[in-house]
């Protein structure tokens, strides 16, 4: 029996020099330690011996166990140790590694845009007003004094949704809304998307940006119109920016002008911005047509009104030189950082 103690030591010794885990330890402390392991047969066995061999076999037993137990505590702390380090090891963190850069967006060229003109309107005392991109055949075209048969009702340049609905073509509906809504005086610009069934190329997109104005008053005249769009021509392109008011048409007023700037980029003598002729269209404006105001609720005796709309596509195209629209709606980073 105490050769047979001293082979499980033996045993028990190379078999830890072999485990390679905290595992493997434990299932080696349960063959020889645990319920049914080999030493505690060996000590349950004992009962038969005389009591002098019991003596000296469990005298010895309990060295045995205590040798293992020592061992097994030994080998398992070693083994954690082990582990920790491989641990470590492997997850080494390079403090010294450069961050990763977090590119910050821009806002969109036609954003900013919209919020220079809006900024030069608003120090003109305008407030600033919206209206629905879906919008009724009536506002689009009816109340604007558009005839029945007036081109602009095309199907093939207005999305209808209904025959009493469309996408809005132009941002004017937007002025008969704030007639009916707003009782004048009022000063108001509304910027926003409109849509035109037209196919994409260097000058055209089937969505794109307008800012609307509207003001209503007594007394208000061209020369107002003409002072007001001048002054906006100067701040948006520079002190020295002079304007042409040019005749022109549109059902909603009368008369009607379309304003060209000098060029802002040759200052008239004639380059590629202006196409050599020294002068930019930026804008249509006019008075407003009486019919509009009296769709409006408007006392057309009392009140008069100017409007206009610009294309903010077109300001953005020439301020920035871009020669072709699509790239406003491409999203392509290397175009849009530009405009930081
Ligand atoms: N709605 C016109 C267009 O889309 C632009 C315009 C012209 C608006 C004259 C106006 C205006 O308010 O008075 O072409």
């Known amino acids: 029996m105490q050769k047979q103690l001293i082979t499980i030591l033996e045993e028990t010794k190379n078999q830890l020099n072999e485990a390679a885990s905290p595992e493997a330890v434990e299932e080696i402390r ?20 005389e009591p002098e061999e019991r003596k000296a076999v469990g005298k010895k037993a309990n060295e045995v166990r205590g040798e293992i137990e020592s061992l ?37 060229p036609i954003t900013q845009t919209i919020d220079e003109m809006t900024k030069v309107f608003m120090n003109m005392g305008f407030e600033v007003v919206e209206g629905p991109e879906v919008e009724t055949v009536f506002m689009n075209f009816d109340a604007l004094n558009a005839g029945p048969n007036h081109p602009s009702r095309d199907l093939t340049d207005t999305f209808y949704i209904t025959d009493k609905t469309l996408l809005r073509t132009q941002t004017s509906p937007v002025q008969v809304r ?10 108001v610009i509304s910027p926003g998307r409109v849509f035109r069934c037209d196919t994409p190329d260097a000058t055209h997109s089937p969505v794109f940006h307008q800012v609307e104005g509207l003001v209503v008053g ?36 009368e008369p009607s002008a379309e304003v060209d700037v000098s060029c802002f980029k040759c200052g008239g003598r004639g380059c590629k911005v202006c ?23 408007v006392d057309t005796e009392k009140y008069t009104g100017f409007a206009f709309g610009i294309g903010v596509e077109r300001i953005a195209m020439l301020k920035y030189e871009v020669d072709d629209i699509r790239l406003f709606y491409e999203n392509d980073e290397r175009f849009l950082k530009q405009f930081k």
């Not at 704030?178 to 000063?187: A, D, G, I, Q």
């Not at 003409?226 to 549109?250: C, D, I, N, V, W």
């Open 178 to 187: 704030t007639l009916l809504s707003k009782e004048p005086p009022m000063r």
């Open 30 to 49: 349960v063959r020889v330690l645990g319920k049914k392991g080999r030493l505690t047969e060996i000590l349950r066995s004992m009962g038969g011996l």
């Open 275 to 297: 196409k050599g002729s020294g002068w930019i269209e930026i804008l249509g404006c006019g008075m407003v047509h009486p019919n509009v105001l009296k769709v409006g609720g």
């Open 218 to 253: 007594e007394g208000i005249t061209m020369a107002d119109l003409k002072g007001t769009l001048s002054e906006f021509a100067r701040q948006m392109f520079g002190s020295e920016t002079k304007t042409k008011f040019r005749p022109h048409h549109f059902p909603f007023t």
């Open 72 to 108: 097994l505590e030994k080998r398992r702390t070693q083994l954690n140790e082990l582990k920790k380090q491989e641990q470590l090891a492997a997850e080494v963190i390079d403090v010294t590694e450069p961050g990763r850069m977090r590119r910050l967006g821009v806002k969109h």
